[in-house]
């Protein structure tokens, strides 16, 4: 039985959805951070993180190996009953749906101090929500198709960071591991946080045609995530002297103060306007994720009127809170550390469970 | 019916009442003796195929074979009916029917001939080195049109009325070999299930049939060209001809179609593949320029090198609006400008260039009404939506620049991003006979990509697009290596 055939997506916009949930805002600040947690060594925690990454993707692929047509919601209920299977699926569902008002939280909040800082924060949530409905609302080949237009609309983004290279200074990346390798493992919770966003895996899975092809598409979006991050961080460190970069909140954005052309005075700018498109990629697909799974946990087809009540709710939300700075970050914390559970813990968790499962239940399990 | 003559004819008055060019013509059947009538509308048929093709054969030629039609004729193609209904039709439709005392069946002679017009060059789609035949008023012509480029048993027709009462023709080909089934059982089930009184024109007809009637983007390809559409049959898509109208449906199309033209086939392909990239430039151009223009200059004025800056202040000191409403009266002077030209005669229609050439380009940056920068955004979204070799595409660019320039003004850049955003969502989520119409960007398809931005030697595209998913997707070889050196 393939209850999802309808909707299947093909191996581009899995990797793209993938890719997309994964980044978001947290690239502005991820230099400052690793700088802040390990120096100039930072880089190279961005590359343990991307093994995680991988271990945890292919750990879910692997809990999906027997179940191939499951959601997390289908493989829960199926795993623990109706009930039980609450305990963690309604998390999960929370989960998506802060991240989700996170990013556009975030989005809102540079959106805010670079361009607008006159115009009402609901307001801009409300401009946000409206392509959010548009195509979290559809369904997930619609979520892979946006996702990948997304991706080469802004493929070009990160080339332009290479204008700043004459300007770079290669010394300050030297020596590698100089206050040893403590600082590089410290270094791996920031970089984590903000690649934090594979775990859409969770659902995402059994709507991918070629089922074989997963693994294969797993390591490609996150190496094109990791590569993108470590590129940003690199020439950061480069450019910026080791002590000065931890004094920017966001020092991606601050180097790209400093790309001028004679036609253009601020790129940074323009760079950022057309960030928002890939930030945009994230926010909807965690909230389809989000969308789906309200619609699963309330045994539902259409997800979509739940798009539109999770997008209103956020909005009110932002309309009576009017979260700041500070709190988006101290949010961010809590949210992260959620995250770790969804994309690292519950993987290891459920694979083990998985092992005993199929052991007492050889046979029934297809 | 009966076999009366007398009574048949006396029914036949009944029905068409109030109708002066119907004739009905009594003479005797020389091969047989017996008594008949022809009943026809003077104004649907040819005068000349009824006098020397049937009523002369029927008034001198002898005796007849018993197994066909009890009389002689030189009408090729005869039909034979017993229902009222099907005399109505076949009479309404141009045909002559033929009453025979004592026989209880109608015979109906094709005898169709009404005014048309020649053959002329297309109109709206003018081409440098295409054919220079356009389609016509007549759908059988049209087919002809088409058949003569593809003399192939593959390219099927399937012909439906449409409109209880206009009764429209409309046939569908495609090759049947090429194009996909399950497109073609799609567009036949919508077609099939238009219930109207009538179908005027094929642009009437797109409205019944296309998947998102609230979409500013034409989803089908509505031509003039047999060249282009036979290029598209081949491309594995389907043509659909509407009796009474010069233009054609072509499904499926995705956005990258409408940039297409059939010049890019018949010119250099690096010349070719430059204009295309050129008309993807002038997209994006005539959508966001003018809405640029109002952002940087009402919000994100810091964006601007100071000299450029400087020179758009001085320009800007003397217009009393803001730039939203400058920028508005100059874009709807211009499409005011644009749908006058079309309703004026030609002779008349050079005055209104004269009069906005002169009065918008230079009186009113004199007057202080706009800014000389803005004529020139104005001027060159203009020439950028001309580009677009698509006219409804065109069309659905300059509507929407309108809103563009609306959200840019509330919110800057921000607000063209979101623009684009809610753009790119609806172009993904849109779709053309079922089939993705951002296709082959998104879903990608590498294969596609060869006729998309750049047009590739055509020895080199031996593939059909994928995202008509045909049945065959080969269309030749890699030609230059066949021939070999010598």
Redesign the interface.
Same mark, same amino acid.
């Given at each position: 039985m393939k209850k999802y055939a309808k909707n299947e997506i093909?191996l581009?916009?899995f990797i793209f959805i993938i890719n997309g949930a994964q980044v978001g805002t947290g690239i502005m600040s991820l230099s400052g951070e690793l700088a802040a947690s390990s120096g100039t060594d930072g880089w190279m925690s961005l590359i343990i993180g991307w093994l995680l990454n991988l271990v945890a993707c292919l750990l879910i692929i692997q809990v999906f190996k027997r179940f191939p047509d499951d959601t997390v919601y289908d493989l829960l209920k199926r795993l623990f009953g109706k009930w039980l299977s609450l305990l963690v699926v309604i998390p999960i569902t929370l989960y998506f749906t802060i991240f989700c008002c996170l990013v556009q939280i975030k989005a809102m909040l540079y959106?805010k101090a670079w361009?607008?800082p006159q115009?009402p924060d609901y307001l $801009?949530m409300f401009? @946000?929500a409206?392509?959010t409905y548009?195509?979290a609302g559809?369904g997930l080949r619609?979520l892979?198709?946006?996702n990948?237009?997304?991706f080469?609309?802004t493929a070009w983004m990160p080339f332009t960071l290479l204008f700043v290279l004459k300007e770079c200074h290669w010394l300050h990346l030297l020596p590698l591991f100089k206050d040893g390798i403590m600082p590089v493992i410290r270094g791996v919770e920031p970089s984590i946080y903000s690649i934090l966003g594979f775990e859409v895996l969770w659902i995402i899975y059994p709507f991918l045609k070629y089922k074989e092809k997963a693994t294969q598409g797993v390591i490609i979006a996150n190496s094109i995530t990791i590569l993108a991050y470590i590129m940003a961080t690199i020439i950061c460190f480069a450019f910026f002297s080791p002590d000065e970069i931890t004094s920017y909140h966001q020092p991606l954005l601050s180097l790209l103060k400093m790309i001028e052309f004679?036609?253009?005075?601020?790129f940074d700018? $323009?760079f950022l306007? @057309?960030f928002?498109?890939v930030v945009?990629s994230s926010w909807i697909s965690f909230m389809f994720m989000a969308a789906f799974g309200v619609s699963q946990m309330v045994r539902k087809q259409d997800h979509s009127p739940y798009v539109a009540i999770i997008a209103v709710l956020i909005i009110v939300m932002v309309f009576v809170i009017h979260p700041s700075w500070n709190q988006a970050n101290e949010w961010q914390k809590w949210s992260s550390r959620m995250g770790i559970g969804v994309a690292y813990a519950l993987p290891l968790l459920l694979w083990a469970y998985v092992q005993v499962y199929i052991r007492f239940h050889k046979g029934d399990t297809r | 019916m009966g076999n009366e003559l007398s009574t048949k004819l006396e029914e036949v008055q009944k029905q068409f009442q109030l109708t002066p060019d119907l004739v009905v013509r009594h003479l005797t059947i020389q091969a047989t003796g017996t008594k008949a009538a022809l009943v026809y509308l003077d104004s649907l048929t040819d005068n000349e195929v009824i006098n020397n093709d049937i009523v002369n054969p029927l008034l001198s030629e002898g005796p007849v074979n018993k197994d066909e039609h009890p009389f002689h004729t030189n009408v090729g193609n005869i039909r034979k009916g017993t229902e009222w209904a099907d005399l109505e039709s076949a009479i309404l439709s141009g045909d002559t029917v033929l009453l025979i005392d004592g026989n209880p069946d109608a015979f109906f002679l094709d005898t169709k001939g009404w005014p048309k017009r020649a053959i002329e060059d297309p109109q709206i789609e003018t081409s440098l080195k295409g054919a220079h035949q356009g389609f016509l008023e007549t759908g059988t012509q049209n087919i002809a049109l088409i058949r003569r480029y593809l003399p192939d048993r593959e390219l099927k027709i399937k012909e439906l009325t449409i409109g209880v009462r206009g009764k429209t023709k409309v046939w569908i080909m495609y090759l049947a070999d090429v194009a996909n089934p399950d497109l073609l059982k799609v567009l036949e089930s919508r077609l099939a299930a238009i219930d109207v009184d009538s179908i005027i024109n094929t642009g009437e007809l797109v409205e019944y049939i296309e998947d998102n009637p609230y979409s500013p983007f034409p989803q089908f390809i509505l031509t003039e060209r047999p060249d282009s559409t036979v290029s598209q049959l081949l491309q594995g898509r389907m043509a659909v001809i509407v009796d009474c109208s010069p233009s054609v449906l072509v499904a499926p199309a995705t956005f990258i179609t409408f940039f297409q033209s059939i010049d890019d086939y018949s010119t250099r392909w690096m010349i070719a593949s430059f204009i295309r990239l050129l008309r993807y430039l002038a997209f994006i151009i005539a959508l966001i320029l003018p809405a640029t223009y109002i952002a940087f200059i009402s919000f994100n004025y810091e964006v601007i090198p100071m000299q450029l800056l400087l020179s758009i202040a001085e320009s800007r000191t003397r217009v009393p609006f803001p730039p939203l409403l400058e920028a508005m009266l100059m874009e709807i002077t211009l499409e005011m400008m644009r749908e006058s030209g079309i309703r004026l005669p030609a002779p008349v229609g050079q005055t209104v260039g004269i009069v906005g050439g002169i009065i918008i380009g230079q009186t009113a940056v004199q007057a202080g009404i706009v800014s000389n920068i803005m004529v020139i955004v104005v001027a060159s979204t203009a020439i950028a939506s001309f580009i677009i070799p698509s006219y409804d595409m065109g069309t659905a660019i300059r509507l929407l620049r309108f809103p563009m320039m609306i959200i840019a003004f509330m919110f800057g850049i921000v607000g063209i991003i979101i623009g684009l955003m809610i753009l790119v969502a609806h172009l993904v989520s849109l779709e053309s006979l079922g089939t993705p119409y951002g296709s082959p960007l998104a879903p990608f398809r590498w294969s596609d990509m060869k006729d998309t931005f750049v047009r590739i030697p055509l020895s080199k595209m031996v593939k059909r697009p994928e995202s008509t998913s045909p049945l065959q997707s080969r269309r030749g070889k890699d030609n230059r290596r066949a021939g070999g050196n010598p």
């Open positions: 093909s581009m916009q959106i361009f607008l115009t $801009i401009l @946000f409206i392509p548009m195509v559809k619609i892979g198709r946006y990948e237009l997304v080469y609309l004679s036609f253009l005075e601020r700018m $323009i306007a @057309f928002l498109f945009s | -």
